[in-house]
């Protein structure tokens, strides 16, 4: 039997999670603790040696991710599900590097919640398909975690595919399946969130013109930049800027 671990800092929220977990996994979860912010998790953590750990993120004191990164340090073991409010495509990236188990957007289904549990308990009580199973995952999110490093370093450069593959030493068709897999994009797509994601800070703190903007991003094509922003954003480069601008001095343009 299990030791759960609920991190919630809205008290009738702890309290639904309590009844649900209590009358859905009866005689599998043995314990139910409770923290309500990031200090407390982490000293319960401590104390109780969870196995499972629902966290939310916007919790006082330290944040749900930062708390989880903490506890995986003395609790390598522990699986954690994020259950939060959070949608951010950033909170999502960084939980999976971070290894969390699960991430689930509130208000979560009873069925889903209860399902993300029961993998969980399954694989803890197959130790042995455990081991294998984490080191399939723990390998798969290395190279992922690698990768995505890499595309931050050198986004301003000519990379593709098979550049990056090289870098991780893996397949590049192989690498594809996997980005699709463990980030829900494409490659193509995740390099072109990054830059774009660069062009939106230059857009708004610099009155670098269009075409500089699209170069320093990692664009070679003008015309293809303002393509794939307009996409990403939904908004021009120039309505972006109109929308975003925090310059106050000299006058921005492109």
């Known amino acids: 039997m299990c030791t759960l671990m609920i991190v919630e800092d809205e008290c009738i929220e702890r309290e639904a999670l309590r009844m649900i977990i209590s009358k859905e996994f009866n005689g599998k979860i043995k314990t139910i603790i409770e923290a309500k912010n990031g200090d407390e998790a982490i000293t ?42 959070y949608s951010s495509f950033n909170y999502a990236q960084e939980a999976l590097r971070l290894q969390v188990k699960d991430y689930l957007l509130k208000p979560a289904r009873t069925s889903i919640l ?5 993998k969980i308990i399954s694989e803890i ?47 590049s068709q192989y690498l594809s399946r996997l980005f699709k897999k463990e980030i829900g994009i494409s490659y193509v797509d995740y390099l072109n969130t990054i830059r774009i994601n660069k062009a939106c800070n230059m857009l708004s703190n610099t009155t670098y013109p269009a075409y500089r903007i699209a170069t320093d991003s990692g664009f070679t094509d003008s ?24 310059i106050t001095n000299g006058n921005a343009y492109i």
């Open 114 to 118: 209860k399902n993300s549990i029961n």
């Open 223 to 246: 015309a293809y930049f303002s393509r794939v922003f307009t996409k990403h954003t939904k908004l021009t480069p120039s309505q972006y800027r109109r929308k975003n601008i925090t």
């Open 44 to 85: 319960n953590a401590k104390k109780h040696k969870p196995d499972i750990i629902l966290m939310d993120i916007g919790i006082p004191e330290i944040n749900g991710l930062d708390a989880h990164k903490k506890i995986i340090s003395f609790l390598p073991n522990v699986q954690t599900i994020i259950l939060t409010a």
């Open 125 to 171: 009580n197959k130790p042995s398909l455990l081991e294998d199973y984490l080191y399939i995952n723990r390998s798969q999110s290395d190279i992922i975690r690698k990768a995505i490093i890499y595309m931050n370093n050198n986004y301003q450069n000519k990379i593709d595919l098979l550049s990056v593959s090289n870098e991780v030493h893996v397949n």
